[in-house]
């Protein structure tokens, strides 16, 4: 082989080499149309044309039913989901673990506008609507009805996908629900509902949603995981700075219509309605707030004991800084 050729040999090889880009880890994640999965959009929107490691596919379903069905199935590969019901497919051997809180608090239970109901115990014998028998709103109206010496024993509560709660309120068919927001907002907005009690109020920054994975992801690939989460916590504190300081304007633009079936009027509502019904900024999935879940939960009979050390992987949680502080300490 002459040197002519070898050297050639030798250009090409650096230069496949140089153009040469590493596949990306796809991760599938699953999502509703409800204000709780904001981060997931917000950190779609802003990070993912820029990430080296991940490449994240957003899937919005209309139920819980539907996204459980699609993440037995393998459809998707991670979700924003109930921790109760989360908790629940891992006892029954679903391989996940919860790498990271979605939010805090964010729930309300809605009466109708002209109704009578007041107080826990003018629930008694209502027709409640909730959104999975294993949602932690179940869990929080139970534990609210112990205020008032009842439990759900003495309401009806019913499963209505979160985007047909209000149809049902409008047109008689329950006298309440407890979901996430928007709904109870929109309710309020358009004459319908008022809300009864926010669910801060019941149990101040309790987990709701969380955010799940298939374990090999977290084996495999470690460090794609480590940058969405990383990406998500940003997310999260740039939504409520954005609260403070704009009125929830720019995500509610920024995820209105692309994600969510929704205006940025209504999104601005369920944020805004007031600022901290819903917090983004400690995404931290500690034990003892996860403990707390699983004990409304037993008391609910809703959930059986669970293997906290085993099912959540708090070692992608890091307090990253916010996206200002981030730019003011770039040389």
């Known amino acids: 082989m002459n040197k002519r050729l070898i050297y050639l040999l030798v250009v090409m090889i650096f230069a496949v080499g140089s153009t040469t880009t590493w596949a990306k880890t796809t991760i599938k994640v699953g999502y509703l149309p409800i204000l709780d999965h904001l981060t997931l959009l917000v950190s779609h929107a802003q990070d993912n044309n820029a990430f080296k490691q991940v490449e994240i596919q957003p899937k919005l379903f209309k139920s819980w039913t539907e996204m459980v ?29 919860t790498i990271l809180l979605a939010h805090r608090d964010g729930s309300a239970i809605t009466v109708k506008k002209d109704s009578s109901i007041r107080s826990a115990a003018d629930l008694k014998g209502k027709l409640i609507a909730i959104p999975d028998q294993k949602a932690t709103h179940t869990a929080l109206l139970n534990h609210y009805l112990m205020t008032a010496g009842l439990s759900l024993k003495e309401v009806l509560a019913k499963v209505i996908a979160p985007p047909n709660m209000l149809k049902a309120m409008k047109l008689g068919k329950i006298d309440a629900f407890i979901v996430a927001e928007p709904f109870g907002a929109k309710a309020q907005d358009e004459g319908i509902g008022r809300i009864l009690v926010l669910t801060k109020d019941i149990i101040n920054n309790h987990v709701e949603c969380i955010v799940v994975i298939k374990k090999h992801f977290l084996t ?112």
């Open 220 to 331: 495999d690939n470690p460090a794609a995981v480590q940058e969405w989460v990383d990406s998500l916590i940003r997310a999260g504190k740039w939504i409520d700075q954005d609260k403070l300081n704009n009125h929830a304007q720019q995500v509610a633009q920024l995820t209105a219509k692309t994600y969510l079936p929704h205006s940025p009027e209504t999104i601005i509502l369920g944020l805004q309605n007031p600022p901290d019904r819903i917090l983004y900024s400690d995404l931290n999935p500690k034990l003892e707030d996860f403990q707390k879940i699983v004990d409304i939960s037993k008391e609910a009979n809703i959930l059986e004991p669970v293997d906290l050390k085993t099912f959540i992987d708090n070692r992608f949680y890091h307090d990253s800084p916010t996206i200002e502080e981030s730019v003011k300490s770039e040389p």
């Open 69 to 97: 069905g699609a993440l037995k199935a393998g459809a998707i590969d991670a979700a924003f989901i109930l921790s109760p019901l989360a908790m629940d497919l891992f006892n029954h051997g679903l391989d996940i673990q």
